[in-house]
Protein backbone atom coordinates (compact mmCIF):
# COMPACT_ATOMS: atom_id res chain seq x y z
CA UNK A 1 0.00 0.00 0.00
CA UNK A 2 1.65 3.28 -1.15
CA UNK A 3 1.75 5.85 2.11
CA UNK A 4 -0.63 8.34 2.76
CA UNK A 5 0.81 12.14 1.67
CA UNK A 6 2.26 14.07 4.47
CA UNK A 7 -0.58 17.13 5.65
CA UNK A 8 2.45 19.31 4.83
CA UNK A 9 2.26 18.38 1.45
CA UNK A 10 -1.37 18.53 1.42
CA UNK A 11 -1.54 22.14 2.41
CA UNK A 12 1.31 22.89 -0.01
CA UNK A 13 -0.92 21.61 -2.94
CA UNK A 14 -3.77 23.70 -1.76
CA UNK A 15 -2.76 26.80 -1.23
CA UNK A 16 -0.85 26.17 -4.54
CA UNK A 17 -4.43 25.85 -6.32
CA UNK A 18 -5.86 28.74 -4.68
CA UNK A 19 -2.83 31.00 -5.51
CA UNK A 20 -3.60 29.57 -9.38
CA UNK A 21 -7.00 30.49 -8.78
CA UNK A 22 -6.64 34.23 -7.71
CA UNK A 23 -4.05 34.56 -10.48
CA UNK A 24 -6.77 33.46 -12.86
CA UNK A 25 -9.37 35.74 -11.11
CA UNK A 26 -6.86 38.88 -11.39
CA UNK A 27 -6.19 38.64 -15.16
CA UNK A 28 -9.80 38.28 -15.67
CA UNK A 29 -10.57 41.80 -13.82
CA UNK A 30 -7.69 42.79 -15.72
CA UNK A 31 -9.51 41.66 -19.20
CA UNK A 32 -12.76 43.15 -18.30
CA UNK A 33 -11.15 47.00 -17.38
CA UNK A 34 -9.21 46.94 -20.26
CA UNK A 35 -12.28 46.19 -22.21
CA UNK A 36 -14.22 48.80 -20.28
CA UNK A 37 -11.27 51.18 -20.73
CA UNK A 38 -11.27 50.76 -24.60
CA UNK A 39 -15.17 51.63 -24.75
CA UNK A 40 -14.92 55.12 -22.81
CA UNK A 41 -11.90 56.31 -24.92
CA UNK A 42 -14.29 55.13 -28.48
CA UNK A 43 -17.50 56.84 -26.56
CA UNK A 44 -15.23 59.74 -25.93
CA UNK A 45 -13.93 60.27 -29.87
CA UNK A 46 -17.08 59.45 -30.98
CA UNK A 47 -18.65 62.70 -29.05
CA UNK A 48 -16.17 64.73 -29.74
CA UNK A 49 -16.16 63.94 -33.49
CA UNK A 50 -20.39 64.18 -33.58
CA UNK A 51 -19.89 66.83 -31.03
CA UNK A 52 -22.44 65.71 -28.77
CA UNK A 53 -22.96 66.44 -24.77
CA UNK A 54 -21.01 64.52 -22.63
CA UNK A 55 -25.03 62.79 -21.69
CA UNK A 56 -24.87 59.20 -22.22
CA UNK A 57 -21.50 58.26 -21.09
CA UNK A 58 -22.37 57.07 -17.65
CA UNK A 59 -25.43 55.14 -18.45
CA UNK A 60 -23.41 53.17 -21.26
CA UNK A 61 -20.88 52.24 -19.38
CA UNK A 62 -22.30 52.25 -15.71
CA UNK A 63 -26.14 50.98 -16.14
CA UNK A 64 -26.26 49.19 -19.38
CA UNK A 65 -29.97 48.50 -18.32
CA UNK A 66 -30.72 52.09 -18.62
CA UNK A 67 -29.02 53.11 -22.24
CA UNK A 68 -31.09 49.68 -23.45
CA UNK A 69 -34.56 51.05 -21.86
CA UNK A 70 -33.65 54.23 -22.81
CA UNK A 71 -33.30 53.23 -26.62
CA UNK A 72 -36.83 51.53 -26.57
CA UNK A 73 -38.23 54.34 -25.60
CA UNK A 74 -36.72 56.88 -27.86
CA UNK A 75 -36.82 54.15 -31.20
CA UNK A 76 -38.62 51.37 -30.30
CA UNK A 77 -35.20 49.26 -30.53
CA UNK A 78 -35.44 46.32 -27.90
CA UNK A 79 -31.97 44.44 -28.76
CA UNK A 80 -30.52 45.77 -26.23
CA UNK A 81 -33.23 44.71 -23.56
CA UNK A 82 -32.85 41.14 -25.55
CA UNK A 83 -29.02 41.34 -25.33
CA UNK A 84 -29.01 41.93 -21.05
CA UNK A 85 -28.16 38.79 -18.78
CA UNK A 86 -26.23 40.03 -15.79
CA UNK A 87 -28.39 43.36 -15.89
CA UNK A 88 -31.67 41.34 -16.88
CA UNK A 89 -32.51 40.84 -13.62
CA UNK A 90 -32.71 44.85 -13.07
CA UNK A 91 -35.57 44.72 -15.70
CA UNK A 92 -37.34 41.68 -14.78
CA UNK A 93 -37.01 41.24 -19.16
CA UNK A 94 -40.03 41.63 -21.68
CA UNK A 95 -43.63 40.94 -20.81
CA UNK A 96 -43.48 39.28 -24.37
CA UNK A 97 -47.42 38.55 -24.86
CA UNK A 98 -48.13 42.11 -23.99
CA UNK A 99 -45.13 44.05 -25.76
CA UNK A 100 -44.93 45.79 -22.54
CA UNK A 101 -41.68 45.98 -20.55
CA UNK A 102 -41.11 46.66 -16.57
CA UNK A 103 -39.65 49.74 -15.86
CA UNK A 104 -35.94 49.60 -14.22
CA UNK A 105 -35.48 50.08 -10.81
CA UNK A 106 -34.33 53.53 -10.79
CA UNK A 107 -37.75 55.05 -12.45
CA UNK A 108 -39.64 53.09 -10.71
CA UNK A 109 -38.65 54.61 -7.24
CA UNK A 110 -38.82 57.92 -8.79
CA UNK A 111 -42.52 57.06 -9.50
CA UNK A 112 -43.26 55.94 -5.68
CA UNK A 113 -41.88 58.50 -4.02
CA UNK A 114 -43.82 60.99 -5.95
CA UNK A 115 -46.76 59.29 -4.88
CA UNK A 116 -46.38 59.28 -1.15
CA UNK A 117 -45.53 62.76 -1.21
CA UNK A 118 -48.55 63.97 -3.26
CA UNK A 119 -51.07 61.73 -2.06
CA UNK A 120 -52.04 62.37 1.86
CA UNK A 121 -53.99 58.97 2.14
CA UNK A 122 -51.30 56.89 0.92
CA UNK A 123 -48.95 58.66 3.84
CA UNK A 124 -50.71 57.54 6.13
CA UNK A 125 -52.88 54.70 5.42
CA UNK A 126 -51.03 50.67 5.56
CA UNK A 127 -49.67 49.99 1.88
CA UNK A 128 -48.97 46.28 1.42
CA UNK A 129 -47.56 45.21 -1.84
CA UNK A 130 -48.87 42.14 -3.29
CA UNK A 131 -48.44 39.59 -5.71
CA UNK A 132 -51.80 38.35 -6.13
CA UNK A 133 -55.06 39.76 -7.66
CA UNK A 134 -56.49 40.81 -4.39
CA UNK A 135 -55.70 41.29 -0.42
CA UNK A 136 -57.86 39.92 2.23
CA UNK A 137 -57.59 41.47 5.47
CA UNK A 138 -58.61 38.92 8.86
CA UNK A 139 -60.53 41.36 11.04
CA UNK A 140 -61.21 40.15 15.06
CA UNK A 141 -63.43 43.15 15.50
CA UNK A 142 -65.58 41.01 18.36
CA UNK A 143 -64.45 40.06 22.47
CA UNK A 144 -64.46 36.71 24.10
CA UNK A 145 -66.61 36.59 26.89
CA UNK A 146 -65.95 36.31 30.25
CA UNK A 147 -67.27 35.93 33.45
CA UNK A 148 -66.85 35.55 37.62
CA UNK A 149 -66.65 31.93 38.57
CA UNK A 150 -66.84 30.71 42.38
CA UNK A 151 -64.82 27.94 43.61
CA UNK A 152 -67.80 25.56 43.42
CA UNK A 153 -69.77 26.97 40.99
CA UNK A 154 -70.39 25.76 37.20
CA UNK A 155 -68.81 27.32 34.85
CA UNK A 156 -71.36 28.29 31.81
CA UNK A 157 -70.19 28.80 28.25
CA UNK A 158 -69.17 32.70 27.11
CA UNK A 159 -69.18 34.22 23.59
CA UNK A 160 -66.99 33.05 21.03
CA UNK A 161 -65.00 35.86 19.22
CA UNK A 162 -66.29 36.15 15.71
CA UNK A 163 -63.66 36.55 13.04
CA UNK A 164 -64.62 38.52 9.54
CA UNK A 165 -62.18 38.82 6.07
CA UNK A 166 -62.37 41.61 3.78
CA UNK A 167 -61.08 41.21 -0.05
CA UNK A 168 -59.55 44.04 -1.22
CA UNK A 169 -59.63 43.39 -5.15
CA UNK A 170 -56.42 45.23 -7.18
CA UNK A 171 -57.67 47.50 -10.11
CA UNK A 172 -55.46 48.52 -13.01
CA UNK A 173 -54.22 52.57 -13.14
CA UNK A 174 -53.12 53.61 -16.31
CA UNK A 175 -51.39 56.89 -18.14
CA UNK A 176 -51.07 57.93 -21.72
CA UNK A 177 -48.58 60.67 -22.07
CA UNK A 178 -47.08 61.72 -25.76
CA UNK A 179 -43.95 62.98 -27.23
CA UNK A 180 -42.89 63.88 -30.37
CA UNK A 181 -40.38 61.86 -32.32
CA UNK A 182 -38.02 64.34 -32.80
CA UNK A 183 -38.04 65.56 -29.32
CA UNK A 184 -37.40 62.01 -28.37
CA UNK A 185 -34.72 61.95 -30.89
CA UNK A 186 -32.86 64.46 -28.83
CA UNK A 187 -30.19 63.34 -27.13
CA UNK A 188 -29.76 65.28 -24.38
CA UNK A 189 -34.01 65.13 -23.36
CA UNK A 190 -34.11 63.25 -20.29
CA UNK A 191 -36.81 60.72 -21.23
CA UNK A 192 -36.95 58.98 -18.01
CA UNK A 193 -37.65 61.34 -15.95
CA UNK A 194 -39.96 62.98 -18.53
CA UNK A 195 -41.62 59.91 -18.23
CA UNK A 196 -41.61 59.57 -14.55
CA UNK A 197 -42.92 63.11 -13.80
CA UNK A 198 -46.23 62.51 -16.03
CA UNK A 199 -47.05 58.87 -14.84
CA UNK A 200 -46.38 60.24 -11.62
CA UNK A 201 -48.96 63.52 -11.87
CA UNK A 202 -51.58 61.62 -13.28
CA UNK A 203 -51.22 58.70 -11.00
CA UNK A 204 -51.23 60.61 -7.54
CA UNK A 205 -53.95 62.76 -8.53
CA UNK A 206 -56.25 59.49 -9.61
CA UNK A 207 -54.87 57.84 -6.20
CA UNK A 208 -55.46 60.50 -4.32
CA UNK A 209 -59.09 60.95 -5.47
CA UNK A 210 -60.43 57.06 -5.16
CA UNK A 211 -58.95 56.44 -1.65
CA UNK A 212 -61.42 59.62 -0.92
CA UNK A 213 -64.49 58.54 -2.51
CA UNK A 214 -63.90 56.12 -5.05
CA UNK A 215 -67.07 53.96 -5.39
CA UNK A 216 -65.14 50.69 -6.03
CA UNK A 217 -66.17 50.09 -9.29
CA UNK A 218 -62.45 49.31 -11.40
CA UNK A 219 -61.44 51.83 -9.05
CA UNK A 220 -59.76 51.62 -5.07
CA UNK A 221 -62.87 52.00 -2.99
CA UNK A 222 -62.83 55.37 -0.79
CA UNK A 223 -63.34 55.20 3.28
CA UNK A 224 -66.08 58.60 2.51
CA UNK A 225 -67.92 56.22 0.06
CA UNK A 226 -69.38 53.28 2.86
CA UNK A 227 -72.48 54.23 4.93
CA UNK A 228 -71.81 56.85 7.74
CA UNK A 229 -74.64 56.73 10.85
CA UNK A 230 -74.73 58.75 13.70
CA UNK A 231 -71.70 57.33 16.41
CA UNK A 232 -74.64 57.02 18.99
CA UNK A 233 -75.80 53.88 16.72
CA UNK A 234 -72.73 53.07 15.49
CA UNK A 235 -72.27 49.30 14.11
CA UNK A 236 -69.23 47.61 12.35
CA UNK A 237 -69.70 47.82 8.58
CA UNK A 238 -70.23 51.50 8.44
CA UNK A 239 -68.29 54.83 9.91
CA UNK A 240 -69.66 56.60 12.72
CA UNK A 241 -69.86 60.51 12.37
CA UNK A 242 -70.67 63.45 14.79
CA UNK A 243 -73.02 66.32 13.87
CA UNK A 244 -72.07 69.76 14.29
CA UNK A 245 -74.87 70.88 15.25
CA UNK A 246 -75.78 73.15 12.66
CA UNK A 247 -76.98 72.37 9.09
CA UNK A 248 -73.48 73.31 6.57
CA UNK A 249 -71.45 74.99 8.99
CA UNK A 250 -70.30 74.58 12.87
CA UNK A 251 -72.57 75.22 15.68
CA UNK A 252 -72.66 79.45 16.47
CA UNK A 253 -71.96 78.75 19.90
CA UNK A 254 -69.11 76.76 21.04
CA UNK A 255 -67.82 75.21 17.63
CA UNK A 256 -64.95 73.62 18.99
CA UNK A 257 -67.13 71.36 20.63
CA UNK A 258 -67.44 69.37 17.81
CA UNK A 259 -64.01 68.85 16.84
CA UNK A 260 -63.56 68.24 20.88
CA UNK A 261 -66.62 65.11 20.27
CA UNK A 262 -65.52 64.09 17.32
CA UNK A 263 -61.63 63.04 18.67
CA UNK A 264 -62.90 61.28 21.43
CA UNK A 265 -65.52 59.24 19.84
CA UNK A 266 -62.71 57.69 18.47
CA UNK A 267 -61.06 54.33 21.14
CA UNK A 268 -57.94 55.85 23.11
CA UNK A 269 -56.38 53.07 21.50
CA UNK A 270 -56.64 54.11 17.86
CA UNK A 271 -56.10 58.24 19.60
CA UNK A 272 -52.13 57.64 19.69
CA UNK A 273 -51.69 56.79 16.28
CA UNK A 274 -54.50 59.43 15.14
CA UNK A 275 -54.41 62.31 12.24
CA UNK A 276 -56.94 64.59 10.88
CA UNK A 277 -57.94 64.04 7.38
CA UNK A 278 -59.55 67.48 5.39
CA UNK A 279 -59.33 69.95 2.61
CA UNK A 280 -57.88 73.57 2.31
CA UNK A 281 -60.68 75.35 2.86
CA UNK A 282 -61.80 73.55 5.99
CA UNK A 283 -58.40 73.91 7.55
CA UNK A 284 -59.24 77.54 6.81
CA UNK A 285 -62.40 77.67 8.84
CA UNK A 286 -60.86 75.13 11.64
CA UNK A 287 -57.63 77.16 12.21
CA UNK A 288 -59.60 80.04 13.22
CA UNK A 289 -60.89 78.07 16.06
CA UNK A 290 -60.47 78.94 19.54
CA UNK A 291 -61.46 76.56 22.96
CA UNK A 292 -62.77 78.49 25.86
CA UNK A 293 -59.80 79.87 27.23
CA UNK A 294 -59.26 81.85 24.06
CA UNK A 295 -56.54 79.17 22.93
CA UNK A 296 -56.39 78.28 19.12
CA UNK A 297 -56.89 74.63 18.89
CA UNK A 298 -54.55 74.89 15.57
CA UNK A 299 -50.67 75.05 15.64
CA UNK A 300 -48.39 75.09 12.90
CA UNK A 301 -45.49 72.99 12.82
CA UNK A 302 -42.14 74.35 14.24
CA UNK A 303 -39.72 72.47 12.43
CA UNK A 304 -39.76 72.17 8.28
CA UNK A 305 -41.58 69.32 7.02
CA UNK A 306 -43.63 68.44 10.34
CA UNK A 307 -47.30 68.53 9.47
CA UNK A 308 -49.58 71.24 11.59
CA UNK A 309 -51.55 69.70 14.40
CA UNK A 310 -54.95 70.72 15.69
CA UNK A 311 -55.47 69.17 19.27
CA UNK A 312 -52.26 67.97 19.08
CA UNK A 313 -53.15 65.60 15.94
CA UNK A 314 -51.19 65.84 12.70
CA UNK A 315 -53.28 67.24 10.22
CA UNK A 316 -53.30 66.34 6.60
CA UNK A 317 -54.53 67.98 3.55
CA UNK A 318 -56.07 66.03 1.15
CA UNK A 319 -57.90 68.37 -1.85
CA UNK A 320 -60.29 65.68 -2.55
CA UNK A 321 -62.30 65.78 0.97
CA UNK A 322 -65.44 67.93 0.63
CA UNK A 323 -65.76 71.55 1.44
CA UNK A 324 -67.94 72.30 4.17
CA UNK A 325 -72.06 72.06 3.24
CA UNK A 326 -74.75 70.92 3.93
CA UNK A 327 -74.91 66.79 5.97
CA UNK A 328 -71.51 67.58 4.00
CA UNK A 329 -68.33 64.81 5.96
CA UNK A 330 -65.90 67.57 5.71
CA UNK A 331 -63.46 65.81 8.50
CA UNK A 332 -61.89 62.36 9.11
CA UNK A 333 -60.28 61.61 12.31
CA UNK A 334 -58.92 58.41 12.55
CA UNK A 335 -55.99 55.80 12.53
CA UNK A 336 -55.59 55.26 9.05
CA UNK A 337 -53.10 52.79 9.38
CA UNK A 338 -55.50 50.72 11.25
CA UNK A 339 -58.48 51.67 8.87
CA UNK A 340 -57.67 51.77 5.56
CA UNK A 341 -55.19 49.50 3.75
CA UNK A 342 -53.93 50.19 -0.10
CA UNK A 343 -52.53 47.16 -1.88
CA UNK A 344 -50.56 47.33 -5.03
CA UNK A 345 -48.22 45.31 -7.09
CA UNK A 346 -45.01 46.75 -7.01
CA UNK A 347 -43.87 46.71 -10.72
CA UNK A 348 -45.07 49.44 -13.59
CA UNK A 349 -45.01 48.50 -16.69
CA UNK A 350 -44.62 50.48 -19.73
CA UNK A 351 -45.64 50.00 -23.64
CA UNK A 352 -44.40 52.05 -26.67
CA UNK A 353 -46.37 53.26 -29.18
CA UNK A 354 -45.56 54.70 -32.18
CA UNK A 355 -48.55 53.96 -34.21
CA UNK A 356 -51.67 55.11 -32.85
CA UNK A 357 -50.96 59.19 -32.70
CA UNK A 358 -48.21 59.57 -35.56
CA UNK A 359 -45.89 61.50 -35.88
CA UNK A 360 -46.01 61.33 -31.62
CA UNK A 361 -45.32 58.35 -29.52
CA UNK A 362 -47.38 57.11 -27.09
CA UNK A 363 -46.30 55.45 -23.58
CA UNK A 364 -49.06 53.60 -21.54
CA UNK A 365 -48.25 53.32 -18.31
CA UNK A 366 -49.86 50.72 -15.97
CA UNK A 367 -50.12 49.97 -12.35
CA UNK A 368 -52.11 47.73 -10.22
CA UNK A 369 -53.72 49.18 -6.94
CA UNK A 370 -56.68 48.72 -4.78
CA UNK A 371 -58.02 50.27 -1.27
CA UNK A 372 -60.37 49.80 1.19
CA UNK A 373 -61.53 50.58 4.92
CA UNK A 374 -60.39 47.90 6.90
CA UNK A 375 -61.28 48.26 10.69
CA UNK A 376 -64.44 50.42 10.53
CA UNK A 377 -63.99 51.52 14.24
CA UNK A 378 -60.37 53.49 13.46
CA UNK A 379 -61.68 56.18 11.39
CA UNK A 380 -64.80 58.52 12.22
CA UNK A 381 -66.07 61.77 10.78
CA UNK A 382 -66.92 64.87 11.53
CA UNK A 383 -70.85 65.95 9.74
CA UNK A 384 -72.12 69.28 9.16
CA UNK A 385 -75.60 68.62 9.85
CA UNK A 386 -78.03 69.40 13.19
CA UNK A 387 -78.18 65.76 13.72
Known amino acids: MSAAPEPAAEVKSAMAGLLNSLKGFQEEVKSVLQQQEERLTMLSAKMMTHGRPALATAAEIEAPHQKAFDAYL ?112 DAAFDVEGWLAGRIADKFARAEAAAFVAG ?67 TAGAVRKMKDADGRFLWSDGLAAGEPARLMGYPVLIAEDMPDIGADAQAIAFGDFAAGYTIAERPELRVLRDPFSAKPHVLFYASKRVGGDVSDFAAIKLLKFAVS
Open 74 to 185: RSGDDDGLRGLHLEGKGLNTAVAAEGGYLVDPQTAEMIRSSLKSTSSIRAIANVVQVEATSFDVIIDHSDVGSGWATESGTVTETATPQIERISIPLHELSAMPKASQRLLD
Open 215 to 281: DGVDKPRGFLNHSAVAEAVWAWGSLGYIATGAAGDFAPVNAADAIVDLVYALDASYRANAAFVMNSK
